[in-house]
Nanobody, 125 residues
């Protein structure tokens, strides 16, 4: 069973950049499509970005397209999310997740069966 641990969350100002990371252990990382999601207080968890096993395909939610970039390093068992031009509405807990049992690259929460504990990103205005 894969374990995921996020890191890199911080308190930043609007317009700043930040990179959050997710380290995987206990599984075969290169076999998993990986996703990032976020959840703001009182709101549902939402899709942010996904990257295929090889890193050759990525997709983004509309609210972050053009500002955030997902990437992975299979040699380091790590997936990253680069957050640029941050806005106060980006404030949320950011979660990484793995699809361990599917070949389909999904943006749906229900497709992901391994989750990290989350890392807090707070953007002040």
């Amino acid at each position: 069973q894969v374990q995921l641990v996020e890191s890199g969350g911080a308190l930043v100002q609007a317009g700043d950049s930040l990179r959050v990371s997710c380290a995987a252990s206990g599984g075969t990382f290169s076999r998993y499509h990986m996703g990032w999601f976020r959840q703001a207080p009182g709101k549902e968890r939402k899709f942010i970005a996904v990257i295929s096993r090889s890193g050759g395909y990525t997709a983004y939610g509309d609210s972050v397209k053009g500002r955030f970039t997902i990437s992975r390093d299979n040699a380091k068992n790590t997936v990253y999310l680069q957050l640029n031009s941050l806005k106060p509405e980006d404030t949320a807990v950011y979660y990484c997740a793995a699809e361990t049992n599917s070949d389909v690259i999904s943006t749906a929460l229900r497709a992901y069966d391994a989750w990290g504990q989350g890392t807090q990103v707070t953007v002040s205005s």
